[in-house]
């Protein structure tokens, strides 16, 4: 449950950089009447994310974004911290920095490795931590050195928040960010199970953060018809061998096995059939408006501050569902 006297702040939604300009200019400025944020993916070989947020700021008059979540093994934490301070010198107030380690299909497709990402991802936060402070920067890790320089803009009030799924992940985050961003195909119970790792860092630390969460989210006052359409981005998602954790604590029968081996030829007929309703309904926020606006407050209930809505592509269901979360 949440902390006595934290209240889960407005929503925001996630663009996975496959939208195109139109469509993300509708979402951002739906978004902006709402007051809520863009949070943008980072995802090899699609739109780039920085690019995004730029054309996004500019053309809203409140929004907030959110870089999510730079990996330092494509972007080194000092342009990535570049890339904000910037942003916020024109926007002041509407950036935020996210850190994760990158899906491992992407960086490998480009061929680059991730090995040690606890230690790596500790030290992008602490030299972006260093910079936004307005140090000038005496850094030497085990895998970036800095010296001897600062940012241009000088200090930059930009929070630090960090994508995580494991425990030692999880716990850096108590430890070391401003913010712990929980991954979309996530069921509640994990979720629930996430904030104790997290919390085991703050307890550390003596600091207390925010807790972001990804729900996949899809509308229609057909909840059949709302169901089919995440089917095969759940399969997706939850394949994964590290989401074994995920299903369990949910209760969730799935064949993981047999789902991979579903992808990997390319049937989606047996993919829809494995992703059962039972499957989406622990695992997203599907149905109709109300159905919907129910699951969105259970992931309120375990202790998220605010919820990103994932898969939502139309500007008016976006309003509807952002007025009503933060009622």
């Known amino acids: 449950m949440k902390p006595e006297g934290r209240r889960a702040q407005p929503g925001g939604l996630i663009l996975d950089g496959s939208e195109a300009p139109g469509t993300v200019r509708a979402l951002a400025q739906a978004a902006d009447e709402a007051g ?3 949070w943008i993916a980072c995802h090899l070989f ?3 994310p920085i690019t995004l947020a730029a054309m996004a700021l500019a053309a809203t008059s409140r929004l907030g974004v959110a870089l999510m979540a730079l990996s330092p093994y494509s972007v080194h934490p000092v342009f990535a911290t570049m890339a904000a301070a910037t942003l916020d010198e024109y926007f002041p107030g509407r950036v935020q920095l996210c850190f994760g380690v990158g899906a491992p299909r992407d960086l490998a497709a480009a061929g680059i490795a991730a090995p040690r990402p606890l230690s790596t991802l500790a030290e992008a936060i602490e030299i972006a931590r260093a910079l936004l402070d307005g140090e000038t920067m005496a850094f030497r890790g085990e895998h970036f050195q800095v010296a001897g320089r600062s ?33 979309a195909a996530s069921s ?12 085991l860092g703050e307890t550390a630390s003596r600091r207390h953060i925010r807790a972001i969460g990804l729900v996949q989210t899809s509308v229609d ?16 998602i939850l394949r994964g061998a590290h ?5 369990a604590l949910a209760g969730t029968q799935l064949d993981q096995a047999a789902l991979a081996a579903a992808f990997a030829r390319e049937d989606w007929a047996e993919v829809d059939a494995l992703v059962t309703d039972d499957v989406v309904s622990r695992h997203a926020a599907s149905g109709t408006v109300e159905q919907v606006t129910q699951a ?6 375990v202790g998220l501050d605010e919820i990103v809505l994932a898969g939502v592509t139309d500007p008016e ?8 979360y933060d009622e």
């Open 36 to 38: 809520g944020t863009l």
């Open 46 to 48: 699609r739109r780039d």
């Open 151 to 183: 940012l241009a803009t000088g200090p930059r009030n930009i929070p630090i928040l960090l994508t995580a799924s494991g425990p030692r992940m999880l716990e850096l985050a108590g430890k070391l960010a401003d913010g712990v961003v929980i991954s």
């Open 188 to 199: 509640p119970e994990f979720v629930a199970w996430s904030l104790e790792q997290v919390r």
């Open 221 to 236: 006052e057909d909840e059949r018809r709302a169901h089919e359409r995440l089917r095969r981005n759940l399969g997706f």
């Open 243 to 247: 989401h074994a954790r995920n299903l």
């Open 296 to 301: 969105l407050a259970r992931y309120r209930e």
């Open 317 to 324: 269901t976006l309003r509807r569902l952002m007025t009503r």
